[in-house]
């Protein structure tokens, strides 16, 4: 990890670590990156290893990874527990989320396909719409009850 040189305002943080400044105060926000030094004007200044931090909640978010996983890995590099593969545990789970996903988005392709077979371009009018109104017709109104489980993301 980077030494701790450089103090720098948010927009330049953001354009080294390619996080958005206002991402970067989302995470401060969320406690993915602690809250720094400012400078005699009140900027916050951000250092080496804040971008090094910043790079690091990037990639973990490319890879679409939660927050909380992103935490967890966080927290796992500050400790010495880090060294006891628990965040192969964390990266496990996160593959279990990203294969139920996958399944989810295959199912989705097969409908949206079959959506779009209602529509051959034969004649004037687009039958995707009637479809679309056909399922929304036909589609049970759950009753009220406990909320939905929530997605991973």
């Known amino acids: 990890m ?10 330049e943080a953001a354009q080294r670590s390619g996080v958005s400044t206002a991402n970067i105060r989302y995470y401060e926000k969320e406690a993915l990156l602690a809250a720094g030094p400012r400078s005699e004007s009140s900027y916050r200044l951000y250092t080496d290893a804040d971008i090094h931090q910043l790079r690091f909640i990037r990639l973990c978010r490319a890879m679409d990874m939660s927050l909380d996983e992103v935490r ?13 593969h628990t965040a192969c545990d964390t990266l496990d789970e996160h593959l279990t989320h990203v294969r139920i996903r996958l399944q989810e988005l295959k199912t989705l392709e097969r409908d949206l396909i079959a959506l779009r077979r209602r529509c051959d371009g034969t004649d004037g009018h687009c039958h995707v719409i009637d479809a679309l109104h056909e399922r929304a017709d036909a589609e049970p109104v759950a009753p009220p009850g406990p909320a939905p489980a929530k997605r991973h993301v």
């Open 2 to 11: 980077p030494a701790d040189t450089a103090r720098l305002r948010i927009g």
């Open 72 to 84: 967890t890995l966080l927290a796992l590099d500050r400790s010495a527990a880090g060294a006891d």
